[in-house]
């Protein structure tokens, strides 16, 4: 991504010592890919930019799994005040994968937790992954069985840039190249958009305000959830309906 040249560099490392121990508030904004640099070119110049090996956007793929019934999908469309998600994380430039399991609880907090996997587990769960996945669910207050329930449901790819706020306790991702495969065998791809996501404390970043500035509102999204309205428009998409019949319409 061009436009992110004109900032400074971060390592992983300093990035999650930086900004990665605080109580957070994430805000999602889905915006046309040809806003993204007028948006980067607006911030501070002491804004800096994750950088791996002279690398600064990274390929990541997502594969969700879900019960027959989508009992994942149906408690966050309607929503309901328990609610959980299931996902392996491959990093597919820098190597790495995980699985990922996140609990909302009745108060609204989420709490996400991750175990390393091998790459070769990423589309099927194995027993020991299945075990590990009961035990969070169950630390959250979801039946465990559903662990043993879980097929795989839709893969989501995308390219992710990540930055530090220029204030030091904010960060934002620009997810691009959005694409969606369900495992029915349909096919959603989105080249034309970006979504921005900020992480921060209960007062806004400079990255919100700007986007504010913009015309742009956070708006109630998921990958998993908004992904697979769209495929699949049979299913009630309550939340997403607006998403749904306007951006993620007609790609």
């Given at each position: ?28 904004y ?13 911030l ?124 030091g ?14 495992h ?26 700007r ?41």
């Open positions: 991504m061009r436009a992110t040249q004109r900032f400074a560099p971060i390592s992983l490392h300093d990035l999650v010592s930086d900004a990665g121990l605080m109580t957070r508030l994430d805000r999602k889905l915006l046309p890919l040809d806003d993204v640099a007028p948006l980067l070119h607006q501070n110049p002491e804004t800096r930019v994750l950088q791996i090996d002279d690398e600064r956007t990274f390929r990541y793929r997502s594969v969700y799994f879900d019960t027959p019934d989508l009992k994942s999908y149906h408690t966050a469309a309607q929503p309901r005040r328990r609610r959980f998600k299931v996902r392996t994380r491959s990093y597919v430039d820098t190597g790495g994968a995980f699985i990922e399991v996140k609990l909302r609880g009745p108060r609204g907090v989420t709490a996400k937790s991750r175990r390393e996997i091998a790459q070769t587990e990423t589309d099927r769960l194995t027993d020991d992954v299945r075990a590990t996945v009961a035990n969070l669910l169950e630390s959250g207050a979801v039946d465990g069985a559903i662990a043993w329930e879980l097929q795989p449901t839709v893969a989501s790819t995308y390219e992710r840039t990540t930055l530090l706020a220029h204030e306790y904010a960060r934002a991702t620009i997810d691009t190249a959005l694409a969606w495969d369900d029915d065998g349909d096919r959603l791809r989105m080249a034309d958009m970006a979504i921005v996501e900020t992480k921060s404390s209960a007062q806004p970043s400079e990255i919100d305000r986007l504010w500035r913009m015309g742009y509102r956070p708006q109630s999204m998921s990958k998993y959830g908004t992904g697979m309205a769209a495929l699949r428009p049979h299913l009630p998409s309550n939340r997403w309906t607006r998403l749904v019949r306007g951006p993620f319409s007609g790609h």
